[in-house]
């Protein structure tokens, strides 16, 4: 009797602060995401306790009281730890970065294993790809060094093309290498198309002839005369012989001005300059194929003997002209060429030798027959008309081209009149065709 009244006077436990509604993932008990680092001693104690008894997971006060509440609830103590428990469960909910180990649950531990996992896996893979590029790097370093050895060590003709070519189309190191093999053990021979390359086989070609380039081509990087026939257009102009006459240079006109031009599509019309002026020649009798004569003599004196190469006498004949003074060898070949405004370059119409006698009616002559031949050849419609008549600043071109440039008004009818005729003292006299006197600047500065 006296146990059973014992047992109904003694006064209730507190049972603690029951903790439910605790933020841990699905499938997992409240206790996985407790901190229970955090009842060790230490600076991160928590200031209440927490306890497991039959799955049911309670904090209790260190002032706990052990008696029970209201209504059988939580003491005075425990019942206060809520705003505590609700500050530790945000903690448990959220994991944030650089949060220190010891404050963290084991579940959030677990992740940080995880993630541990996750960037060592990454930088495992990095390593990889690291070490894979540092041996790519090597063995192309000992490309380098190979290929500096392949230079310093071999004579590779052909070399420097070799290279400029190699480079041009990106080729890899090992990949030079293998073509300096090529060169040193089957010849292989790069060759430049390089301007350069075209005007010194060009040079070749002219100085000494096919052969010359050919064996030229052998040995240095130019071209072949096949090559060299491929990329370059040659104009064939007639040389004179004997008088000027107007069929040469009407021949020379379509071969070297009208067909190029018809060819490159060329149909605007343009002004055209022709310019006159003469350059050194090789004094020597050369004979001509194509005309069976003898070429080289000067073209004011030709006309005294018969050029024509028939029999032994024809070239006594002329042997003994030339000793005798009655013709002579050309010391300069006389140029006309025609420029045409807009376009570069020129288009040269005649070349002939001059033993340097010509007084200013032969220059007339050679500024009448040059533009005559022009209009006569119908290269006015077709390339342009003469606009200005260029000469050096040479005393008797002086006076022939103010003889022939200097004779007639400008006409009312020409559409420059009413501009020109206003300006004072402009001379406006014209030659054939209204075209003008031109001095080269630079010959007239000379002068
Ligand atoms: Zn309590
Ligand atoms: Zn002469």
């Known amino acids: 009797m006296s146990q059973a009244s014992t047992a109904i006077i003694a006064p209730l436990q507190c049972p603690g602060f029951q903790i439910i509604d605790w933020p841990n993932p699905v499938g997992t008990p409240t206790h996985a995401n407790l901190p229970w680092l955090r009842l060790a001693e230490g600076p991160d104690k928590l200031s209440f306790d927490i306890e497991v008894i039959s799955r049911n997971t309670l904090a209790r006060s260190f002032d706990c009281t052990q008696k029970a509440g209201n209504d059988a609830g939580p003491c005075?103590?425990?019942?206060?730890?809520?705003?505590?428990?609700?500050?530790?469960?945000?903690?448990?909910?959220v994991r944030r970065p650089h949060t220190r180990h010891g404050l963290l649950t084991p579940l959030q531990l677990v992740k940080v294993i995880h993630k541990r996992d996750q960037n060592m896996n990454a930088l495992k893979l990095w390593g990889l790809n690291d070490s894979r590029k540092i041996r790519c790097l090597l063995s192309e370093l000992e490309d380098h060094t190979s290929l500096v050895m392949a230079l310093a060590q071999s004579n590779v003709p052909w070399l420097r093309n070799l290279l400029q070519t190699a480079l041009r189309n990106g080729t890899s190191i090992s990949a030079i290498l293998r073509k300096i093999e090529e060169a040193l053990e089957r010849g292989y021979r790069p060759q430049g198309h390089s301007q350069e390359a075209l005007n010194l086989s060009l040079l070749i070609l002219r100085l000494g002839g096919q052969g010359l380039l050919y064996s030229l081509n052998q040995f240095l990087a130019i071209l072949s005369p096949r090559t060299l026939y491929r990329h370059t257009s040659f104009v064939k102009i007639v040389p004179t012989v004997g008088r000027i006459t107007q069929d040469v240079i009407q021949q020379n006109i379509t071969s070297v001005a009208l067909v190029p031009h018809a060819t490159a599509g060329l149909m605007t019309l343009r002004g055209v300059s022709l310019l006159v002026d003469k350059t050194a020649l090789e004094e020597a009798a050369v004979y001509l194929p194509q005309s069976n004569s003898i070429g080289g003599l000067c073209w004011t004196h030709s006309s005294c003997v018969d050029v024509t190469l028939n029999n032994y006498h024809s070239a006594l004949n002329i042997a003994n002209a030339l000793k005798a003074g009655r013709v002579h060898l050309g010391k300069e070949i006389m140029v006309v060429g025609a420029h045409v405004f807009g376009e570069d370059g020129l288009y040269p119409i005649l070349a002939a030798p001059t033993c340097k006698s010509e007084d200013a009616s032969d220059m007339e002559f050679i500024f009448n027959t040059t533009i005559n031949s022009w209009y006569a050849s119908g290269a006015?419609?077709?390339?342009?008309?003469?606009?200005?008549?260029?000469?050096?600043?040479?005393?008797?071109?002086?006076?022939?081209?103010?003889?022939?440039?200097?004779?007639?008004?400008?006409?009312?009818?020409?559409?420059?009149?009413?501009?020109?005729?206003?300006?004072?003292g402009l001379n406006l006299l014209t030659g054939a065709h209204e075209i003008t006197l031109n001095f080269d600047y630079k010959h007239s500065l000379q002068a």
């Open 76 to 93: 005075n103590f425990c019942v206060h730890l809520e705003p505590k428990l609700k500050a530790l469960a945000e903690n448990a909910r």
């Open 380 to 424: 006015d419609k077709e390339i342009g008309p003469v606009w200005s008549f260029t000469t050096d600043g040479d005393a008797t071109r002086r006076k022939a081209g103010h003889r022939t440039f200097l004779q007639t008004p400008l006409p009312l009818t020409s559409p420059l009149y009413g501009t020109l005729s206003n300006l004072p």
